[in-house]
């Protein structure tokens, strides 16, 4: 068997949860492959909104196996939390939930850290979540960090104790100020709820089930542009957030990873700093966030809204492979008279698709396509009205992919299967 992937192809927020939701009941295993609680995955189902963190957002479905995989970062206060709210719905999560050994863990100090650098930062800052992301994959490669595994062992307090101090150290070098006395007992506090988890060596138990069988769907966080490599550098997460992510992130072998498929809002949003070519700092922008809702799940921070930008777009879907694309939040431009895509940037006066290396300090001016609206509520439509079906395949022959769902609005039954998902 392959696994499947499925991953953002813009900045984030595109709606990876609500789908991986819809998708799981033709997969016996959901694994999250990279990232930490800066991701935010909302699901809607029964009246219901719940946002994920970490843990996978397959973990409604009573038959699905939920992994944490290797290359994820965990912080455990977070994860103590999502574990409370969701066994209060109901959710045997020490059944459907397993971690593997070898992802890092968040200390509280790498959270102080990520707000340190951030604020030494100034105006240049990333917008990071502070979550701690940052720092605790520094120190994943810097070859310090502590993993999951570590925290049944008996030195995890002295290897704990060596890293804090590393910590404190640069912190001092910040000069900035923290009290750590209140978040370590919480900290500690939360370890003991991970020890009670089934921990796993999460690259064996992966394989095994492709040998036999079961069908794994990998789910993403954030999103292609935003990947260490190749998004808007330096204005980034620390972590490679596309399909190769989930070869390192899980232990799935290149040969192994069936259908990728990507998701993609009909416009683009972005939230924290860094480039945006088609950003519109005007009142369309602020009708996108409006409609759209456009507030963070994670931080509640105003999201940047702009029309699609199709070389960004044909780019994530290059480096990604992406066999099938899922199109979501097209609801939220049922009122507009015109949808406007852009389909080239104007960079020193030649028009290009490339994205450039300097994507920081060149000057993109973005040229755009009018796309006719439908102008009327698809919000509970099983039939796309006719402009909406053109805007489909205008995408569709653009990034030579096709369309296989087009989500019309938050909940788990706005979702229109256009051709039937291929599961590997
Ligand atoms: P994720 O991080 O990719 O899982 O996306 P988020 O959950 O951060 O953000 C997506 C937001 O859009 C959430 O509030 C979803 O409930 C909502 N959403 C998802 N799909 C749709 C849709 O088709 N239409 C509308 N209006 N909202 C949607
Ligand atoms: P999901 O999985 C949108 C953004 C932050 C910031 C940059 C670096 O919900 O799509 P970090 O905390 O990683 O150091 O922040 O990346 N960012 C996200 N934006 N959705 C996310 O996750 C994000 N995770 C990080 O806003 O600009
Ligand atoms: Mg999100």
Redesign the pocket.
Known sequence: MKADVLL?LQ????G?GKVVDVLTPSYDMICRFQ?GP????TLEFNGIKHVLHTIPSGIFHSHCKNVIGNGVVIDPVILKKEIDALIKMGVDVKKQLLVSKRAHLILPTHRLL?AASEASKGKEK??????G??PTYMDKTGRNGIRVGDITLGNFKERYTALVEKHKQLLAFHQYEYNLSELEPVWFEAIEVLKQLTLIDSEYYVNEALKSGKKILAEG???SM?DIDFGTYP????SNTMTAGCCTGLGIPPGSVGNVIGIFKAYCTR????PFPTELNDATGETMRKIGNEF???TGRARRCGWLDLPALKYAIMINGVTELTMMKADVMDDFDTIKVCTHYLINDKETEVLPFDVINTTITPVYKQIKGWKQNITSAKNLPEELLNFISFIEQSTGVPISIVSVGPDRKQTIIMKKQTVS
């Open positions: 953002g900045w984030g927020d595109e990876k990232g800066n991701a935010g995955h990520d990333i917008g990071s979540t502070l979550k992301i940052g966080a954030q999103g935003l204005f980034v997460t620390s939230v924290g700093s860094g963070g799940s994670t």
